[in-house]
């Protein structure tokens, strides 16, 4: 069993920064894929950023050069640095991970219907 918990986040006026962390707990097998991805009232989840055990990312077109995932192994944690925020970045970030994958080609195809382990989120609000 794996828990997730996520910190951070908050609010800020557009173009500022802000990150979240995730503290991951439980085994998270090898390899394994950990993902962001957040929620906007009223719409989809989608996927934001994922990154697999060996290091290797993935990201959203609509947050490419602007976000930032890494992990510390030695800490079991998980981060996303956010840079240059919008005001459509607006929403719950949850932090999740599927074990014994790797993330591969359209991580985010399902939305994470196909991530067993997921945090409780953190929210982010981005005012204009």
Known sequence: QVQLVESGGGSVQAGGSLSVSCAASGYRGS????????????????????????????????????FTISQDNAKNSLYLQMNSLK????????????????CGWGVFRFRGTDFAYWGQGTQVTVSS
Do not use: L
């Open 87 to 102: 005001p459509e970045d607006t929403a719950m970030y949850y932090c999740a991970t599927d074990p014994w994958r790797k």
């Open 31 to 66: 390899p394994y894929c950990m993902a962001w991805f957040r929620q906007a009232s009223g719409k989809e989840r989608e996927g934001v950023a994922a990154i697999d055990s060996d290091g290797s990312t993935t990201y959203a077109d609509s947050v490419k050069g602007r």
